[in-house]
């Protein structure tokens, strides 16, 4: 776009050559040592995840019953707030705290 | 609308993105190397990229029209499409970007060494972005008719025609410039006008909305009837109207219309009185009819409602981590851990877009009722800002509007042709041989370009919760267990492929064709994701768990790769992966 001498840009839709794999072919074997750790990491990495998306999506996944089930489904503004503000900070907060949680659970790994 | 300043502000919307795109180039050059560069956006830059290619029109009109014509429960989108981020941050994110994979097909065959998972990924990434094309499309062809006047079809194909130039010719490659300045656009031409509606509708003594019974027309409105439509009056209003009426032509003059039916001629204006109720058209009143109110979610509210929330929560909660235009922005993050990062900054650029969304429902319901009539809800957004305040002020504020629009479907349109493209040349063309990219340009876009053409009534963030079922059947098991469990074959991701997918595009299409026009088996069928989503599991993991011998042999060594740091597995070697891929 624009400036000439600016290297075309080539649009690229895969590996050139026969490989189209797409992929490094990973290492064929893992020594057990390693294995055992993955197997450790994955399992914090697992409760983590589910700790904040359960948490989440129980509280969002309850509300339709909720609202249909309590009178507050027809007041004005309060249910505007309860769908149309209050999900997007509990969603970033839940975001944040994943984070952190997994990257002091890979620090552990690199740690040892 | 003014046309000059919408037009203008459409305009402007396209030079300044050239303008950054341009400048984008410079900058990168600038930087060390052009190439490598474009794998180290830093995080913060990356999620202003991700969400400017991901608030879409559905996102930016779509809802706001929604909850125009069927109130609260249509928030359901914006906070699924937000808190799909979450879902792929905790389980996708990470491990998606140290799998090296640049689509989804490419992650399948990875992972599973398997040709066939490949290509049926391919086919379905392929659906899946025609789907969330056509709305795209409407939104646009729906945007430069409120501008131009010219016909919806029209204004899709024009869309169509300037992203295919510019996809094809490279132009518009999704630089991470351009998608970025988009989001921002996006979000300023969203916050500047809510601040001054604010302020009117505060004028206006704060008046309530109300969804229990129909809307009124807070001011003297004129509605504009560019085809013929059959309204029902349940009590007498005057009205003064231009046009034809009951056959009856009318230059301006007041006019009473009675009780009962009434059949108003095409390019007919009626402007209504404060306090009148808005009349509803008549139910199969021809083409013009409200698509709303055939939609899905009105369709059994008090019925179904909750089956079609709980099947809109599935499709976006599961849906998004499978959009093929987000997955390649992954690959632009340095590491897993980056990856990360932009997708928590991107749930907090999200929230902030989607704060502003309710505010232009509601005014639209109080403001903009008429809308309800003529079909346009869709529309919302863009009629507001003129009005409401009016004059130059309305006039400026409604170019802005019409300009994040234009960036809303661009930057969407731009980023699934080249995905979807992409994956056309390489995998399902491959007669044509990856060179032939550029043709492949013209299959991705001109399939939902003649969909759209077609299927007209079909409401612009309905059919992004289609795209997002299908996603949420297919991709979402296989990324999942695909990423934990080391246990998924060759077989079971197929079978469940087939079948969730499979099942969740079939429901769609039946769907959109009109297969199943009401009733029970048209709510099963138009939120598919409650069953199908299941159905993909189960069949992934039993027949995982019936073909266990066919597990790869290289399970192991991949989830080493997926889930340890790139420090403990050389990242630097995935990371140098694909050498030649500028994103």
Same mark, same amino acid.
């Given at each position: 776009?624009? +400036? @000439?001498?600016?290297?075309?840009? @080539? ?6 050559? *026969? ?14 040592? @390693? ?37 507050? +489904?027809? *007041? ?9 503000? +209050? ?23 690199? +740690?040892? | ?21 341009? %400048?984008?180039?410079?900058?990168? #050059? ?26 879409? /029109? ?34 996708? =994110? ?31 990434? $392929? ?20 501008? !131009? ?113 009434? #059949? ?29 109110? /055939? ?5 059994? #509210? ?12 599935? /499709? ?26 932009? !997708?928590?900054?991107?749930?907090? %650029? ?31 957004? %863009? ?21 994040? =629009? ?43 370009? /003649? ?12 059919? $992004? ?33 087939? %079948? ?81 891929? =500028?994103?």
């Amino acid at each position: 776009m624009g +400036a @000439e001498s600016v290297p075309r840009r @080539e649009v690229v839709t895969g590996r050139p050559g *026969t490989d189209r794999a797409g992929l490094p072919r990973p290492r064929p074997a893992v020594p057990a040592e @390693e294995d055992t750790a993955v197997r450790i990491l994955m399992h914090r990495q697992m409760r983590a995840a589910l700790t904040a998306t359960v948490l989440l999506a129980a509280s969002l996944g309850l509300l339709p019953v909720t609202l249909r089930l309590l009178p507050l +489904a027809d *007041t004005w503004p309060s249910v505007w707030l309860v769908l149309g503000v +209050a999900p997007y900070p509990a969603l970033l907060c839940a975001g944040a705290w994943y984070v952190r949680r997994a990257e002091r659970n890979e620090g552990d790994v690199t +740690a040892r | 609308m003014n046309q000059t300043y919408g037009i203008a502000g459409v305009t402007a919307v396209v030079l300044a993105t050239v303008l950054v795109g341009a %400048l984008g180039l410079r900058i990168s #050059r600038t930087t060390s190397d052009f190439y490598v560069a474009s794998r180290s956006v830093p995080p913060r830059l990356n999620a202003f990229a991700v969400s400017g290619e991901y608030l879409s /029109a559905a996102s930016f009109l779509g809802v706001a029209g929604l909850v125009l014509a069927q109130g609260v429960d249509m928030l359901w989108f914006p906070i699924g499409y937000t808190a799909g981020f979450l879902v792929l941050l905790a389980f996708v =994110a990470a491990p998606l970007r140290r799998s090296g994979a640049y689509t989804l097909p490419d992650f399948a065959e990875a992972r599973l060494e398997s040709r066939a998972v490949r290509r049926i990924a391919s086919v379905l990434v $392929v659906g899946v972005g025609w789907l969330y094309l056509l709305p795209q499309l409407r939104g646009a062809g729906l945007t430069l008719r409120l501008l !131009t006047g010219a016909p919806s079809w029209f204004g899709g194909l024009v869309v169509a025609a300037v992203v295919t130039v510019a996809v094809a010719s490279g132009g518009m490659r999704s630089i991470t410039f351009v998608q970025a300045f988009q989001y921002w656009l996006k979000l300023t031409a969203l916050l500047v006008p809510a601040v001054f509606l604010l302020l009117t509708w505060r004028a206006d003594h704060t008046p309530a909305p109300s969804w229990d019974e129909r809307p009124v027309f807070q001011r003297s409105t004129p509605v504009r009837f560019d085809s013929p439509l059959t309204l029902t009056v349940h009590e007498p209003v005057r009205i003064t109207a231009t046009g034809t009426v009951d056959g009856r032509a009318l230059d301006g003059g007041p006019h009473t219309l009675e009780a009962g039916s009434h #059949r108003i001629g095409a390019d007919t204006t009626l402007r209504f009185p404060p306090g009148a109720r808005v009349p509803l058209p008549d139910e199969g009143g021809g083409h013009a009819a409200p698509s709303s109110w /055939a939609n899905p979610l009105s369709a059994g #509210r008090e019925d179904h409602g909750l089956y079609a929330t709980y099947g809109l929560i599935l /499709a976006t909660f599961l849906g998004t981590m499978g959009l093929p235009h987000v997955v390649v922005r992954f690959y632009t993050n340095p590491d897993g851990r980056a990856a990360r990062r932009t !997708t928590v900054v991107v749930l907090g %650029l999200l929230g902030a877009f989607y704060l502003l969304i309710p505010l232009y429902g509601v005014l639209g319901r109080l403001y903009a009722p008429d809308l309800l009539l003529t079909g346009d809800t869709d529309a919302a957004v %863009l009629v507001l800002p003129k009005r409401l305040i009016g004059g130059v002020g309305g006039d400026l504020l409604g170019a802005l509007v019409a300009g994040g =629009a234009c960036a809303a479907f661009l930057s969407t349109v731009s980023g699934l042709t080249m995905s979807v493209a992409g994956v056309l040349a390489q995998d399902v063309l491959p007669t044509l041989g990856i060179r032939h990219f550029r043709l492949a340009t013209l299959p991705a876009i001109a399939v939902p370009t /003649a969909a759209n053409a077609v299927v007209s009534d079909l409401p612009v963030a309905d059919a $992004v919760g289609l795209a997002f079922a299908v996603s949420a059947s297919s991709f979402c098991p296989l990324l999942l267990l695909g990423i934990w469990w080391r246990g998924l074959t060759a077989p079971g991701a197929v079978a469940g492929l087939l %079948l969730g997918g499979g099942s969740a595009l079939t429901a769609v299409t039946v769907t959109i064709a009109g297969g199943a026009r009401s009733g029970p088996l048209h709510t099963l069928l138009a939120w598919p994701a409650v069953w199908s989503v299941p159905v993909g599991f189960a069949a992934m993991v039993l027949i995982s768990l019936a073909t266990r011998d066919r597990v790869p042999a290289s399970a192991a060594a991949t989830m080493a790769r997926l889930h340890l740091p790139e420090a403990l597995t050389g990242g630097a070697v995935v990371r140098d992966a694909h050498p030649d891929r =500028a994103v």
